[in-house]
């Protein structure tokens, strides 16, 4: 069965700060592995999605690596602001396709001003 | 604007009751998930659906049922509740092909009492 954990629970840095979420899985059949944000009361929002080919993706401040043998991704986060403030959430999926992700407990993230 | 909008928002129901949560999503997406989000335990797949007439079952099914009579709606079906069933439920859908981009509705918070 597949199981995702991430490290941190939660995490506070001043403000401009690179940062690393890390996230870990223990089957490495993935067919791609996302991360997502999510803000206090509402739904999820997609971030980046690595397929299983792939080591990396980006977009604007957000890097997002794939180490599919290790069973590991991480998140850097450029020059953070009090607006990443969220909890990020990590999720894989099988081979089968999107239809079922498996999530890590996610990382909450505190920006201070 | 298009995406995956569920219904209601908020929903109180007493024990024994049963109500259906609604989905629907205007992207033309096959596949489309139930995931119940608890404090502490994540976020649990809870059926899914890879087509029109084709559902099956996820991770934490029981006490729930779906059925998938067209490509844009997914309704869940609350038999019977229970207060182990208090939760926030969130809808998801994306392609069969491609990215398979994952996109989520805004969720339903439901207390059962």
């Known amino acids: 069965k597949q199981e995702v954990t991430q490290i941190p629970a939660a995490l506070s840095v001043p403000e401009g700060e690179n940062l690393v979420l890390n996230c870990s899985f223990t089957?490495?059949?993935?067919?791609?592995l996302q991360w997502f944000r999510q803000d206090p009361g509402k739904g999820l929002t997609s971030l980046l999605l690595?397929?299983?080919?792939?080591r990396e993706q980006t977009s604007g401040r957000l890097n997002a690596s794939l180490d599919k043998s290790s069973g590991r991704s991480t998140l850097y986060i450029a020059a953070s602001q009090p607006g990443d403030s969220a909890t990020y959430l990590c999720?894989?999926?099988?081979?089968?396709?999107?239809?079922?992700?498996?999530f890590g407990k996610g990382t909450k993230l505190t920006v201070n001003p | 604007n298009a995406g995956v909008t569920q219904t209601p928002k908020f929903q109180v129901l007493k024990t024994g009751q049963s109500m259906t949560l609604q989905c629907a999503q205007d992207?033309?997406?096959?596949?489309m998930s139930w995931y119940r989000q608890d404090p502490g335990m994540g976020l649990r797949l809870i059926h899914y659906?890879?087509?029109?007439?084709?559902?099956d079952q996820g991770e934490v099914p029981n006490g729930y049922n779906v059925s998938r009579s067209t490509t844009e709606d997914f309704p869940l079906r609350l038999l019977s509740a229970a207060p182990s069933q208090t939760s926030v439920y969130f809808c998801?859908?994306?392609?069969?092909?491609?990215?398979?981009?994952?996109?989520f509705g805004s969720g339903t918070r439901l207390t059962v009492v």
């Open positions: 998801a859908s994306s392609q069969a092909w491609g990215l398979l981009v994952v996109t």
């Open positions: 690595i397929q299983s080919s792939q």
């Open positions: 089957d490495s059949a993935i067919y791609n």
């Open positions: 992207m033309n997406h096959e596949y």
């Open positions: 999720a894989v999926s099988g081979q089968g396709g999107s239809e079922k992700l498996v």
């Open positions: 659906s890879v087509g029109a007439g084709i559902t």
